[in-house]
């Protein structure tokens, strides 16, 4: 399966501010996604992030609160902006490979953010 | 729509015992169905998926899961429980033609020795 990386592994920020989280992969995939996990409950997707066009958001979620780009099959980032400490979480990136696994997700290991 | 529940917030077996994380599922087509595992503060790791076919699908590091279309279900399964095996779970559903992964609120496995 894909090797996934993200910058920064954790992160404590002070309210008002933004950061820049980076998720690479070791190979070429076509389709990326970006999670939340907030303490002590389960993942929720923010948006999908496709190569060559607008990264698709889920409701709850707005691009200016979390600007994505993917200027390329194996890189995307993912902003948080304007920080409060409701924004405090653990984000995610994965990726769906394809071709001999489909359906599969995969995931990075994960951002913790902390907004103080 | 689509949704997961895991109806246990926590299991706890014997080391050696069998092991069992309960998963129901609702999706108005056709569900590919997911197991995922959390450790300490690591990223989740994929065990085991049923898309189609055998309803006995076997996975990562002995689990296995049966997928049941009458009860919705999808419970993950271990013969013989490790200490190790004490981890967050994670069951996911997506319908098929999405991509989009609708996670259950997680179960937390202790096995003690």
């Known amino acids: 399966s894909a090797v996934i990386s993200q910058k920064p592994s954790r992160d404590i920020c002070q309210r008002g501010t933004s950061l820049t989280i980076q998720c690479q992969v070791d190979?070429?995939?076509?389709?990326m996604f970006w999670y939340r996990q907030q303490p002590g409950q389960s993942l929720t997707l923010i948006a999908t992030?496709?190569?060559?066009?607008?990264?698709?958001?889920e409701s709850g979620f707005v691009i200016d609160k979390f600007p994505i780009s993917r200027p390329n099959l194996t890189f995307s980032t993912l902003t948080v902006s304007n920080m409060s400490p409701e924004d405090s979480s653990i984000y995610l990136c994965?990726?769906?490979?394809?071709?001999?696994?489909?359906?599969?997700?995969?995931f990075g290991p994960g951002t913790r953010l902390t907004v103080t | 729509a689509q949704s997961v529940a895991q109806p246990e917030d926590q299991v706890n077996v014997a080391e050696g015992n069998p092991l069992t994380v309960k998963c129901t599922y609702s999706?108005?087509?056709?569900?590919?169905l997911f197991w995922y595992v959390q450790y300490p503060n690591r990223g989740l790791q994929f065990l085991l998926k049923y898309i189609t076919g055998d309803n006995l699908v076997k996975g990562s590091y002995g689990f296995e899961a049966e997928f049941n279309k009458s009860q919705t279900s999808f419970h993950l399964k271990k013969p013989s429980a490790l200490v190790s095996d004490s981890a967050l779970y994670f069951c996911a559903v997506r319908d098929k033609g999405d991509y989009k992964l609708s996670f259950g609120a997680g179960t937390t496995v202790t096995v003690r020795a």
């Open positions: 994965s990726v769906e490979e394809g071709g001999g696994r489909p359906y599969e997700q995969y």
């Open positions: 992030a496709n190569q060559g066009s607008e990264a698709t958001y």
């Open positions: 999706v108005s087509g056709n569900p590919y």
């Open positions: 190979s070429q995939v076509t389709m």
